[in-house]
Structure formats: structure tokens, C-alpha cells
């Protein structure tokens, strides 16, 4: 009974032999040919080495990709934003006087968008302009006054003059016997007059200027509550800053407005801006001027130019804002619209690869693995330009290279491939 599991064990022990050990001698048994001859053949022997080679090469799949020149656009999520945004407020207060203005009404620049009761802001301005006048009246008199104290001051000095020249007269003549003494003492008398009435005309003549300058003081004065009342009536009409829309109702009839209320919220739509952020690695490639474009959710294209590209980046993104500036005349386009914006950048030579043919190294890096010229796999770190509909633009690579495209998770730096080639269209 156990005989035969013996001689079954024999003979599987005799057939793993010969399939381990002697496998070339089984192989050429079954083929029919002598072991020794193919041993000793020295073509057979480099196709087995050939076929040896061969299993240990990993099969991928490649594609020979040749660089080419494409315009390199600068691709940002943003958004639509008004070229103006103002919240009209008031400067005074008072009781709103005029019929409310709807949101969504166009108005020019300069037109009324709130008025305001004036109270007694004019009786105000009129008491102004009445002391301005009263002022301006007082010119003549205080001006005739000036020439007049300027005579009796010629007066009083050519009296003092006279009264010096006797009594120099009066001295001398006393010296020779010719004068009394009290001659003499009524010529220093009328000397010391004289001169008492020069000094009094002097006074009357700087009371009379500075009357003038009181005078002009006063008309200075004047002017200015003049031009503070006119300003206080101006700002009782509230007008639109530019040309646009208005965004909310202009204050309603009868409510009161303090300094500082709102009266309306207006809104420039044309041109319109476009709005992202640029990340640092790419913002020396923006140039303010360069042609650039959008596309909102609607599907709407949109064209115009980069107007402003920030100098100071994002504190917590690293990001620098950039504004392109777009027509708008028909205002379809709308404030906080989502858009896709393009910017226009110097052409760059890139390859054209399937997005599947991305891996990443072992330190993390983006890259392709290439097939080298010992038909060896290598990774190639690559940047990222843009993607479209056939694939993703890679540059970093060399003008030609075969690529792997499946089969690269597979294999790692150096291990040798047997790549099949498919055409680029495929």
C-alpha cells in the first residue's frame, strides 16, 4: 500500500531535478535537440543571455517628445471689482428735502443725490454778508483820517521848526543886552510846545493806521463767515462723485442725516477690474501693460491690459495683487463675479506630456522618469507651466526626451527598461 507514494515521491524528486539543475538538458529533451550541442553553440549561448537580459528589463511605455515653442500665459482664479466704490456721506446735518433715488439708477457726475432743508444756514449767510458790508463802509472814513493826521503832523513839525529858529534869535540877543530874559524863557516855552504837538500828531497819525488795519481786519473777518456760511449751504446738496450707478436708495424723504450719515452708495462699472493674486515665483513675469484676459462662470471673455502689480506681498499668502483693466460700456460684467484670468508672458520652449506621466521622487519633488541612452529609467525634476485639454506644458527637460508615461510607478532610478514606443496623437 505504500509503495506507490514512494515511488510517486521518486519520481517528482527525479523531475524537480532535472527542471532545477539540468534545466537546459530538459529544455533541449523536449525540444528534441542535444543538450551538448547547445551548450557548446556559441550564438545559442548569447541568445540565452540575450533572453536573460531581456526578463530582467521592465516593461514601460514611452513617447519621444520633442520641445516646442509655446506663449506662456500666467494663469489666476479672481474675481470682477468696480474701478470705483464709494459710500457718499454726508457732512452736516439736516432733514433730507428730495425724493429718493432707486438702486440701480445711472447718474452723472455732479447730480444732486440728497438735499438737505437749509433752516437757518441763509439768515446766517445774510448777518455774514451784512457785516462784510458794514465793514467795507468804514474804508472811506478810516482812509480820509490817515492824510489828515499826516498834515497836522507837517503842521506841528514846521511849527516846531519856527518856534526853534526864535528861540535860537531870542538867545543870541540876550547875549548882547538886546533880549530880556522872559523873551528868552517864551521862546523855550513855545520851543517845548512845538514839540509836544509834533509827538501828538505822531500818535494821531498811528491812531489813523491802525484804524485802517482794524478796518481791514474786520472786512477779513467778515469775509470768512461769508465763505463759511456759503460752504455750510453747499454741502446741503449731496452729489454723486463720478459717473455711475447707484448701489443702494439714496437717503428716503424726511429722515434726518447727522455729519458722517450715508446717502447713498455709488458704484463706477466701466471699466471694470479684474483682480488676482500672482504667486512670488511667477510675479517677475508680469508686466504692467501686458496684454491679459478672463473668463467668468457665465462663459463672457474678456480683454484688456495689467494696470497695477502690487509691490508688497500678502502676509499670510505670498501672493502680489494684480488689477487688469476691461471695457465695460454695456456694464454686463458685474462687481464679485468669479473669473479665470490669463496673462500674457515671454514664450517658453516645453513638452507636452499626458498628466498621468507625473510621479513624484522620493524627496517629493514633481518630475517625469526619462529613458537614457543605456535604455536605463532616470527621473527628471520638471516645473509646471499650464495644463490644457491634451496634457501639461513641463519644462526642465532636454529639447528631445523619451518620456515613460506608463509604467513609471514601477520602476525606480537606473533600473533598465524595454520601452515600447507610442505615438504622441495616442
Given amino acids: 500500500m505504500r509503495l506507490v507514494p514512494i515511488l510517486t515521491a521518486i519520481l517528482v524528486t527525479v523531475f524537480l531535478f532535472f527542471l532545477v539543475v539540468q534545466r537546459e538538458a530538459l529544455l533541449s529533451f523536449a525540444k528534441g535537440t542535444d543538450a551538448t550541442e547547445t551548450e557548446t553553440s556559441p550564438s545559442a549561448s548569447q541568445d540565452v543571455v540575450e533572453d536573460d537580459d531581456a526578463r530582467q528589463r521592465v516593461g514601460v511605455i514611452a513617447i519621444r517628445s520633442m520641445a516646442q515653442e509655446i506663449d506662456s500665459a500666467i ?11 464709494v459710500d457718499v456721506r454726508s457732512e452736516t446735518s439736516g432733514l433730507v428735502v428730495s425724493e429718493p433715488l432707486r438702486k440701480g439708477t445711472f447718474v452723472e457726475q455732479g447730480e444732486i443725490l440728497c438735499q438737505l432743508d437749509a433752516g437757518t444756514r441763509r439768515s446766517s449767510l445774510a448777518e455774514a454778508q451784512a457785516r462784510l458790508a458794514e465793514a467795507r463802509s468804514r474804508i472811506p472814513q478810516t482812509e480820509a483820517q490817515v492824510p489828515r493826521a499826516a498834515a497836522q503832523l507837517e503842521q506841528a513839525k514846521a511849527q516846531l521848526e519856527e518856534a526853534q529858529i526864535n528861540d535860537n534869535a531870542a538867545r543870541k540877543l540876550s547875549k548882547g543886552g538886546f533880549a530880556s530874559d522872559s523873551r528868552v524863557a517864551a521862546t523855550a516855552a513855545a520851543v517845548r510846545g512845538a514839540e509836544a504837538a509834533v509827538k501828538s500828531a505822531e500818535a494821531a497819525l498811528k491812531t489813523a493806521q491802525s484804524g485802517m488795519l482794524g478796518v ?120 464679485g463675479q468669479t473669473a479665470e484670468i490669463l496673462i500674457g508672458a515671454e514664450g517658453r520652449t516645453a513638452h507636452l506630456v499626458p498628466q498621468s506621466a507625473l510621479t513624484l521622487n522620493d524627496s517629493g519633488l514633481l518630475g517625469v522618469r526619462l529613458v537614457d541612452e543605456k535604455m536605463n529609467a532616470q527621473f527628471q525634476e520638471v516645473t509646471l507651466l499650464r495644463d490644457d485639454t491634451k496634457g501639461v506644458w513641463l519644462t526642465g527637460l532636454p529639447e528631445q526626451a523619451d518620456i515613460i508615461i506608463i509604467g513609471q510607478e514601477y520602476v525606480i532610478q537606473g533600473v533598465p527598461v524595454a520601452p515600447e514606443y507610442q505615438d504622441i496623437a495616442q
Fill in 75 to 85: 494663469i489666476l482664479r479672481g474675481q470682477t471689482e468696480a474701478a470705483r466704490d
Fill in 216 to 335: 481791514q481786519a474786520a472786512i477779513e473777518s467778515a469775509q470768512a463767515n461769508v465763505a463759511a456760511s456759503e460752504k455750510e449751504i453747499s454741502r446741503l446738496e449731496i452729489k454723486a462723485p463720478f459717473k455711475g450707478l447707484l448701489e443702494s436708495d439714496t437717503a428716503e424723504l424726511g429722515s434726518l442725516i447727522q455729519p458722517g450719515g450715508a446717502c447713498a452708495t455709488v458704484i463706477q462699472l466701466d471699466p471694470i477690474k479684474l483682480v488676482g493674486f500672482v504667486p512670488e515665483a511667477q510675479v517677475n513675469r508680469v508686466k504692467v501693460g501686458a496684454k491679459a484676459g478672463g473668463r467668468l462662470t457665465t462663459g463672457q471673455l474678456l480683454t484688456g491690459t495689467v494696470s497695477f502689480l502690487g509691490r508688497s506681498a500678502d502676509q499670510l499668502t505670498r501672493t502680489f495683487r494684480v488689477e487688469i483693466e476691461v471695457p465695460n460700456p454695456e456694464l454686463t460684467i458685474r462687481d
